[in-house]
Nanobody
Framework: QVQLVESGGGLVQAGGSLRLSCAAS????????MGWFRQAPGKEREFVAA????????YYTDSVKGRFTISRDNDKNTVYLQMNSLKSEDTAVYYC?????????????????WGQGTQVTVSS
C-alpha cells in the first residue's frame, strides 16, 4: 500500500504561484508513474499533469501547459506541481495519484493510489 499526502494548497491571487507537494510512503515510489488531478465544484475530476517513473517525460493537459511544471524527487519520495500564472479557473481540489503504469498512457491510465487532496483557491 502506498500512502500519499498532499500539501501546499491555499489562497492566492490571480497571476500568483503555488507549489504543491505530495509525499509518498509505504511503497517503492520510483516504480510508480505519478499524476496530479483536480476537481472543481460541480465538475468531474480532470487530469492535470503526470510524469514517468524516472521523471524523464512529462505530460500536461492543454490548459496548464507553459504554466505548470510537474517534477519528482525519488530520493525524497515526493512529487511536486509548480503552478505559475494562476487563474481563477485553476481553483479546485488538487489530488496526487500513483499508477503502476508509465509513459504517455499515464494521461488516461488507471491510478492505484490517491491522496486526500489539497484546496487551491485563486482569487480574481
Amino acid at each position: 500500500q502506498v500512502q500519499l499526502v498532499e500539501s501546499g494548497g491555499g489562497l492566492v491571487q490571480a497571476g500568483g504561484s503555488l507549489r504543491l507537494s505530495c509525499a509518498a510512503s509505504g511503497g517503492t515510489f520510483s516504480r510508480y508513474g505519478m499524476g496530479w488531478f483536480r476537481q472543481a465544484p460541480g465538475k468531474e475530476r480532470e487530469f492535470v499533469a503526470a510524469l514517468t517513473w524516472t521523471g524523464d517525460r512529462t505530460y500536461y493537459t492543454d490548459s496548464v501547459k507553459g504554466r505548470f511544471t510537474i517534477s519528482r524527487d525519488n530520493d525524497k519520495n515526493t512529487v511536486y506541481l509548480q503552478m505559475n500564472s494562476l487563474k481563477s479557473e485553476d481553483t479546485a481540489v488538487y489530488y496526487c495519484a500513483a499508477s503502476r503504469y508509465s509513459g504517455s498512457y499515464l494521461i488516461r491510465a488507471p491510478y492505484d493510489y490517491w491522496g486526500q487532496g489539497t484546496q487551491v483557491t485563486v482569487s480574481s
